[in-house]
């Protein structure tokens, strides 16, 4: 059985902390964005969508 956590203890307080600094790095770094991003570029050298979740060995000289 889980405990419930002890939303004014230190512990969870830290917790809190931690997640909301690496919400923020994650943010920071285009992590809401990174997809899309990364599906322009891949469209922008000629690959069409449906090649955009085949893996590397699929294509010639991978």
Do not use: W
Not at 1 to 9: A, E, F, I, L, Y
Not at 20 to 25: G, I, L, R, V, Y
Request: no cysteine.
């Amino acid at each position: 059985m889980r405990m419930k956590p002890n939303r004014g203890s230190q512990a969870y307080q830290q917790l809190i902390e931690r997640f909301s600094d690496a919400m923020h790095e994650f943010e920071r770094l285009g992590g809401y964005t990174m997809q899309s991003n990364a599906e322009k570029v891949l469209s922008g050298l000629g690959f069409s969508e449906s090649d955009f979740h085949k893996k590397v060995k699929a294509f010639s000289g991978g």
